[in-house]
Nanobody, 124 residues
Framework: VQLQASGGGLVQAGASLRLSCAGS????????MGWFRQAPGKEREFVAA????????KYGDFVKGRFTISRDNAKSTVDLQMNSLNVEDTAVYYC??????????????????WGQGTLVTVSS
């Protein structure tokens, strides 16, 4: 069972980037999923979460309408569309999955599955 994130890269400030995360090894259609990030020298930070139906979404305060999380249960994927990127968005981005939405949004230390990270670098 694993999550595989992709889509990171080097972009200029103001650009857009779309991250994707594919789950494998089991069905994720009833799991909540989300994204976290960690910048060099900083603590891990909540980015976004989405429940299994897609009807609940939550974003970190810093997002301010720039990012959109979505999912495709048929493909066991969760995407993060990131617009208006700035230098402060530079980080390793991790996708996560858990049976409980509130675990992702409020108890990240209990999240059951983390993917490997994908590096996003935003240059000025």
């Amino acid at each position: 069972v694993q999550l595989q994130a992709s889509g990171g890269g080097l972009v200029q400030a103001g650009a857009s980037l779309r991250l994707s995360c594919a789950g494998s090894g089991r069905t994720f259609s009833r799991s909540s999923m989300g994204w976290f990030r960690q910048a060099p020298g900083k603590e891990r930070e909540f980015v976004a979460a989405i429940n299994w139906t897609g009807g609940l979404k939550k974003y970190g305060d810093f997002v301010k309408g720039r990012f959109t999380i979505s999912r495709d249960n048929a493909k066991s994927t969760v995407d993060l569309q990131m617009n208006s990127l700035n230098v402060e968005d530079t980080a390793v981005y991790y996708c996560v999955a858990d049976d409980h939405y509130n675990t992702i949004t409020h108890r990240p230390n209990r999240i059951s599955l983390w993917g490997q990270g994908t590096l996003v670098t935003v240059s000025s």
